[in-house]
C-alpha cells in the first residue's frame, strides 16, 4: 500500500507529482500559482468564512472528512443568506496516512463540489510526522456572494416569527459517536452531512421574510437557539412533540445518558421565518430531499428574555441552556 | 399523562399536608427536570435529589489517588467520561491528561481490556466507579482478563452501593423524607429485596422507577398513594424491566469478585459497607496492591454544600457558591461536575418559569 511520507510535504519532486496525480484532478486549480485569482465574481456584499476538520475516525457511517469539509463551510456560507462559489483546502496529513485514503477523500470533495456547483481553487499540503496528526485535518475557507436586499441577522428577529428545522437531530453526532465505539444501529444510522446551498436558495426565492438562519453543528440545536435568543433578546419557545429524533438516536441518548438537542449535525439548518410565510416556506422546504422532514418547531415570544423554553412531552416546561464543556457520556 | 396528574392532585387533596419525597438517583434528578415534571406537580409536593450520582459521590481522596496512578510511568489509565472533571484537591483528570498523563476516556471496561491486550508493554488500570448497574460488568471484565491472560490489565476500585447509603441517609436522622423514587437499573440488578429494610424497619414507602415521564409520574402517584393510605412498602413500577428477585447471574458474578468495604463518601463521609473491593485471590488485578498511592489527607472544598445537597438537606441554589464560585465550567464541588450531579441539574435548567405555572 502506498502511504503519504515526509517528502510528500517538502515541496520537492513528491510533492508535485502528489498534487498532480491527486489533488489537480479533485479540484479545479488551473494555473499552478501561488494564488488563485478571481474575476469580478458579482454585484452584491461577499461572505467569507473559515472552518477547520479533524473528526475521528475520518470514514464514518454517511460520510468523510472530505465531504465534511465541503459541506461545513458551504453551508455556513449558505445560512448566512450567501451563494457560494468558491472554495480553498488545505491539508495536514500525517506521515504514513495511506494514499488510497486520501484519494477516496478528495474523490468525495471533488463530487460534492461538482453536484453543487462550487470550485476549489486554491490548496496546500503540509505531512507532519507519524504520530504528530490523527491521520488528516482540512481546512477550507469558502467565499460567497449575498445578493443585494438580503438580509439575515438575528437583530431582524421580531416576536411572533416562527423556526423551522429542516430535519431530524443528532444523527452526525451519534453516527460519530457510535462508530468511535463499536456501536452499530440497525437499520444503519447515517451522518445526515450533506450540502443546504440550494436549499437555502430555493428558500430564499419563496420568502423575502426570513429573518436569520443557521446550521447547528457542534452545540446542537439547543445552542443554536440560545445564541440566538441572547443575540435577539426575545425568549424562543420551542415544543419537543415538534422537533423529530430517528429512534437510534433517542435510544444511543437514552443510552449514553445524552441529550438530542445538544448533539451535533452538519445537514440541517433552523429558520426564523415571519409566520404569514411559515406555512408556504415550511411546503416548499418538504419537498426537497434536503428537508424532507422539515417541521415548525416552535415560535418566538417576547419574554423572558433572552431564553429558550422547550415545551416537553410530558406537557412540562423546561429552560434550553448553551452546552457547558462536552457533553460526557454517563456510568449508569 | 393527564390522568395522572390529575390523580396526584387528588391524593395531595386527601393526604392534606405537604409531602417530601427523595429521587435517590442522578438520573431521575435530570429526567425531572428534562420532562418539566416540577411544574406538573402541586407545590406541596417537595422533590429532593439524594446521593445517588456516582461521580458526586467519589472522594477527593480517590480523585487524587486515581491522579497519583495516571502520573506513573507505563501506566494508561482509563475511565468513564464523567470522571474527568471532577476536582480532586487541585487537579482533575482532565488538568493531568493535559500535562502528559496517558489518561484515556472509554465506554465500557471491556474497552480498556482491549487497549490492555493491544499494548502488553502498559499497565493499563480501569478506573471502576457506578454503582450495581457498572459493578458486574467490571467483574465480567475481570473474568475476561483472567481467562484471556492479560496480566497487565488492573482496576482501581471505588465501586459503591446503594443500599447502605440509604440506610446511613435514614440513621443519620438528618433526612426528612416522606417516601424514595428508588432507581429502576440498580434494580435490574439487585431486585427489590436489599430494599426491604425501609419499609421494615424505618416504615419509608418506596416505588423502584423507571426514568421517562410516564414512569417518574406513575412513580410519584405510588409513593402518594402508599403515603395517604399509610402503608409502606417497596413497590416497583418499573415492572416491564425489574424482578423482585433482580438478575441473579449479574449479582453472583459481582459476588464472586467482590467484596463489600467500608467506603468514603464525598460530602457525606465513610458509610460501613458501602463499597466494593476485590477479593484476596483478585489482588493482582488491584492496582492498589501494586503501586502504593500515598495521598495526603484531603479535605473537601470549604463552603462547599455538596454533602448537604446530596443527603437532601440542601437544595443546591441554598448553596452560597452556587451559580456564583461554582459552576459547571468551574465547579467546586462533585454535585456541579457531573452531568447527573443535582447543582449541574439546577444550574443547567434552572427554576421553572414562574409564568407557566
Not at chain 2, 166 to 180: H, Y
Not at chain 2, 338 to 350: D, F, L, Q, R, V
Request: charged residues 25%.
Amino acid at each position: 500500500m502506498d502511504l503519504i511520507q515526509m517528502s510528500h510535504g517538502s515541496g520537492g519532486r513528491m510533492m508535485h507529482q502528489l498534487i498532480k496525480d491527486y489533488f489537480a484532478p479533485a479540484f479545479d486549480l488551473r494555473a499552478f500559482n501561488d494564488s488563485a485569482v478571481i474575476e469580478n465574481i458579482s454585484e452584491g456584499k461577499i461572505a467569507v468564512t473559515t472552518d477547520s476538520y479533524v473528526v475521528s475516525p475520518y470514514f464514518f457511517p454517511g460520510g468523510d472528512i472530505g465531504l465534511l469539509s465541503v459541506c461545513g463551510t458551504v453551508n455556513d456560507l449558505s445560512v448566512s443568506g450567501a451563494k457560494p462559489f468558491y472554495l480553498t483546502a488545505g491539508f495536514i496529513i500525517e506521515e504514513g496516512f495511506p494514499l488510497d485514503h486520501l484519494k477516496k477523500i478528495l474523490g468525495s470533495m471533488k463530487a460534492v463540489s461538482e453536484e453543487i456547483g462550487v470550485k476549489i481553487i486554491a490548496g496546500d499540503t503540509k505531512v507532519v510526522d507519524r504520530g504528530k496528526g490523527d491521520g488528516i485535518f482540512i481546512n477550507t475557507a469558502g467565499l460567497g456572494v449575498i445578493q443585494k436586499g438580503i438580509n439575515i441577522s438575528p437583530s431582524n428577529v421580531r416576536p411572533g416569527d416562527r423556526i423551522i428545522l429542516s430535519g431530524t437531530i443528532g444523527n452526525h453526532g451519534i453516527s460519530i459517536m457510535a462508530q468511535r465505539n463499536g456501536i452499530s444501529f440497525e437499520p444503519a444510522l447515517l451522518s445526515d452531512v450533506r450540502p443546504l446551498n440550494r436549499l437555502v436558495e430555493l428558500m430564499i426565492k419563496t420568502t423575502k421574510n426570513i429573518h436569520v438562519m443557521r446550521d447547528p453543528t457542534r452545540g446542537g440545536v439547543a445552542t443554536t437557539l440560545k445564541e440566538i435568543a441572547n443575540d435577539s433578546g426575545y425568549c424562543i419557545m420551542i415544543d419537543e412533540e415538534t422537533i423529530g429524533v430517528n429512534p437510534a438516536v433517542k435510544g444511543a441518548c437514552d443510552l449514553l445518558g445524552l441529550d438530542p438537542l445538544y448533539i451535533a449535525n452538519e445537514g440541517i439548518l433552523a429558520a426564523f421565518v415571519s409566520a404569514e410565510d411559515a406555512d408556504k416556506l415550511l411546503d416548499v422546504m418538504k419537498s426537497t430531499k434536503e428537508a424532507g422532514d422539515a417541521a415548525i418547531i416552535g415560535e418566538v415570544v417576547e419574554t423572558p428574555a433572552q431564553t429558550v423554553l422547550l415545551k416537553t412531552n410530558a406537557g412540562g416546561i423546561r429552560i434550553v441552556d448553551m452546552l457547558s464543556g462536552d457533553q460526557l457520556p454517563r456510568i449508569c | 399523562m393527564g390522568d395522572k396528574v390529575k390523580t396526584i392532585n387528588d391524593l395531595m387533596r386527601s393526604i392534606n399536608r405537604p409531602v417530601r419525597l427523595m429521587e435517590v438517583c442522578g438520573t431521575h434528578t435530570v429526567a425531572i427536570f428534562r420532562h418539566g415534571i416540577r411544574n406538573l406537580l402541586p407545590e406541596d409536593i417537595k422533590l429532593l435529589s439524594g446521593p445517588g450520582c456516582p461521580v458526586c459521590v467519589t472522594s477527593v481522596k480517590d480523585i487524587e489517588t486515581a491522579i497519583g496512578i495516571a502520573g506513573i510511568d507505563g501506566v494508561v489509565f482509563t475511565t468513564f467520561g464523567d470522571m474527568m472533571r471532577v476536582p480532586g484537591d487541585k487537579k482533575s483528570l482532565f488538568n493531568v491528561k493535559a500535562e502528559g498523563c496517558d489518561v484515556r476516556v472509554v465506554y465500557s471496561p471491556l474497552d480498556a481490556l482491549q487497549i490492555a491486550e493491544q499494548d502488553k508493554r502498559k499497565k493499563v488500570v480501569f478506573f471502576a466507579t457506578g454503582f450495581e448497574t457498572t459493578s458486574p460488568s467490571v467483574a465480567g471484565t475481570i473474568m475476561e482478563a483472567e481467562k484471556r491472560d492479560v496480566d497487565n490489565f488492573f482496576i482501581y476500585s471505588v465501586h459503591k452501593t446503594v443500599p447502605p447509603a440509604i440506610k446511613a441517609l435514614l440513621d443519620s436522622g438528618e433526612v426528612r423524607v416522606d417516601g424514595f423514587i428508588l432507581p429502576g437499573h440498580v434494580s435490574t440488578i439487585i431486585g427489590s429485596k436489599p430494599y426491604d429494610f425501609m419499609a421494615s424497619k424505618y416504615g419509608k414507602p418506596s416505588v423502584i422507577t423507571g426514568f421517562d415521564a410516564d414512569d417518574i409520574l406513575s412513580g410519584i402517584m405510588m409513593l402518594l398513594e402508599q403515603i395517604a393510605s399509610g402503608k409502606a412498602e417497596v413497590e416497583i413500577q418499573y415492572s416491564r424491566v425489574v424482578k423482585k428477585e433482580g438478575n441473579p447471574r449479574a449479582v453472583d458474578i459481582m459476588n464472586e469478585y467482590f467484596e463489600p468495604e467500608d467506603a468514603e463518601w464525598r460530602g457525606i463521609g465513610t458509610i460501613p459497607g458501602s463499597g466494593l473491593k476485590l477479593k484476596d485471590k483478585f489482588n493482582h488485578r488491584d492496582i492498589k496492591d501494586i503501586f502504593r498511592i500515598n495521598v495526603p489527607e484531603c479535605s473537601e472544598p470549604k463552603a462547599c454544600s455538596c454533602g448537604d445537597v446530596l443527603k437532601g438537606v440542601k437544595i443546591p441554589t441554598d448553596c452560597i457558591l452556587f451559580g456564583k464560585a461554582c459552576t459547571p465550567e468551574k465547579p467546586v464541588g462533585a454535585c456541579m461536575v457531573s452531568s447527573e450531579g443535582s447543582c449541574a441539574a439546577y444550574y443547567k435548567y434552572g427554576p421553572a418559569p414562574d409564568i407557566f405555572k
